[in-house]
């Protein structure tokens, strides 16, 4: 199945930019009359016909809208420290989309040693990597943000942190957190994760952290590096909240190998 | 901590091969009498004292040893197929040995891509990634060899593989195959996981690894690359038996943000 992207939905049709449109015109053949399926990184998979396939801007008419589709139980926003190498950044919001992910926020701390990010480069990747892995929602990247107005701006219900430096908070691993809250009935829907930059955080960012209402998790004795520290965090909500116990329904199972 | 990587240990003295001991010497201006702490990719942490630094070989003397210095508390075996992309084999090598990974084995398929993998170029990536999470383990990363005969040879005492047809099989999870080993007291120490290519096993792969005892498992909801599978395995492993529950001990923290 292809998944193409359309960057605008108007009077029921779906416009594809001109990158797409050449892939679907150049490369596959496609032609006037053909059925696609689009997404618009919304969430819904919308079942199209073709109507013109000028490789400039190809023009769909959307027949039926599957609203959903391919989405996870849960929402969850990573607040990620940029990498000093951008690559290892561009490779986290690849995995992350891969796994499942809503927002990716970017935050600047005071050991970052990047500060600049170009985030219309990483929701290229992240349209891309959707398509990939059949998921109509795409995530958002807000531009950079200062962890300070993160702080102030994050509203999830459920709001962790993991960090290196050893102090006297317990520390529980992400998994036991989300059991916890299913347990106690308190299962926020919304889950903010805060990993900091290679550096990690300064202890007075800790505390705003903290005082923020972020609650300390550990990641295991493995020490990771920033974007597998984050990736790891989404591994352990998807493999907590998605990934699910033995009377798993193997009919939804569309993972591995492409 | 700075880690460095011996290729030889004889007479009670690590040699570090040239592009070690130029690092060593060059940009960080080690002198004889110096104090470095060096892995030869066993699992021992050596704590040497330099005699010699010449920039083509540096000699250390080897004062103490730690055995299973970062090791994880699990036996685990990674047949992945490699990828058609290899730089995404090669994230996946990193990734791996920062979380805890024994063996990767490059494993060819009916549908593999690629048939030819530069597995000295793998092992140096695990060199360096061992030495940048502090893991004084490098895992082994064999030659190429084709499946049935790593059907023939795998000797883990728990043998699992992630693919996508859709069969009658019950499909678990592998944290749940884990809690069921734990449960049932049977909990073999060896873990091996099989990920296919691309373009999944051939019907006649999976039923081969099945009569050889793999036991077929699911990875979730989300369709995953081959290099995100085998790393989704990994993490599930790790969160399971490395990242334990609440009463985990924090002054082991040695995670994040390198």
Redesign the interface.
Same mark, same amino acid.
């Not at 597998?228 to 569309?254: F, I, K």
């Given at each position: 199945m292809e998944l193409f992207y359309a960057h605008k939905i108007a009077d029921g049709r779906a416009f594809l930019d001109s990158e797409e449109s050449a892939h679907l015109v150049k490369v596959l053949r496609h032609k006037a009359g053909d059925s696609i399926s689009v997404i618009d990184g919304s969430g819904a998979l919308m079942s199209c016909v073709l109507e013109e396939v000028s490789p400039r801007e190809a023009v769909a008419r959307i027949d039926s809208v599957s609203e959903g589709w391919g989405a =996870?139980p849960y929402h969850l926003q990573m607040a990620v420290c940029p990498t000093k190498n951008i690559d290892r950044y561009e490779?986290f919001v690849e #995995?992350a989309v891969? *796994?499942?992910v809503d927002e990716i926020v970017p935050v600047v701390c005071d050991h970052s040693e990047r500060r600049v990010v170009r985030t219309d480069r990483l929701g290229r990747i992240a349209i891309s990597a959707a398509k !990939? @892995?059949? #998921?109509a929602a795409v995530p958002v990247i807000p531009d950079v943000v200062p962890l300070k107005d993160f702080l102030a701006s994050c509203t999830c219900g459920l709001r962790l942190i993991?960090? /290196?430096a050893?102090d006297v #908070?317990?520390?529980? @691993?992400i998994?036991?957190v989300l059991h916890r809250a299913s347990a106690s009935g308190l299962n926020p829907a919304r889950i903010s994760i805060l990993?900091? $930059?290679?550096?990690?955080f300064s202890p007075e960012e800790v505390r705003a952290a903290l005082d923020a209402g972020f609650m300390p998790v550990?990641?295991?004795?493995?020490?990771?590096?920033?974007e597998?520290?984050a *990736?790891?965090a989404v591994?352990?909500v %998807?493999?907590s909240r998605? /990934?699910?116990? $033995?009377a %798993?329904d @193997? @009919?939804?199972? !569309? =993972? *591995?190998? =492409?």
């Amino acid at each position: 199945m292809e998944l193409f992207y359309a960057h605008k939905i108007a009077d029921g049709r779906a416009f594809l930019d001109s990158e797409e449109s050449a892939h679907l015109v150049k490369v596959l053949r496609h032609k006037a009359g053909d059925s696609i399926s689009v997404i618009d990184g919304s969430g819904a998979l919308m079942s199209c016909v073709l109507e013109e396939v000028s490789p400039r801007e190809a023009v769909a008419r959307i027949d039926s809208v599957s609203e959903g589709w391919g989405a =996870h139980p849960y929402h969850l926003q990573m607040a990620v420290c940029p990498t000093k190498n951008i690559d290892r950044y561009e490779w986290f919001v690849e #995995k992350a989309v891969e *796994l499942g992910v809503d927002e990716i926020v970017p935050v600047v701390c005071d050991h970052s040693e990047r500060r600049v990010v170009r985030t219309d480069r990483l929701g290229r990747i992240a349209i891309s990597a959707a398509k !990939q @892995s059949l #998921k109509a929602a795409v995530p958002v990247i807000p531009d950079v943000v200062p962890l300070k107005d993160f702080l102030a701006s994050c509203t999830c219900g459920l709001r962790l942190i993991a960090y /290196c430096a050893e102090d006297v #908070k317990e520390r529980v @691993s992400i998994a036991e957190v989300l059991h916890r809250a299913s347990a106690s009935g308190l299962n926020p829907a919304r889950i903010s994760i805060l990993i900091g $930059p290679e550096g990690d955080f300064s202890p007075e960012e800790v505390r705003a952290a903290l005082d923020a209402g972020f609650m300390p998790v550990h990641l295991g004795p493995s020490r990771l590096r920033t974007e597998t520290a984050a *990736l790891t965090a989404v591994e352990a909500v %998807y493999l907590s909240r998605a /990934c699910g116990g $033995p009377a %798993y329904d @193997s @009919s939804n199972l !569309q =993972h *591995l190998n =492409h």
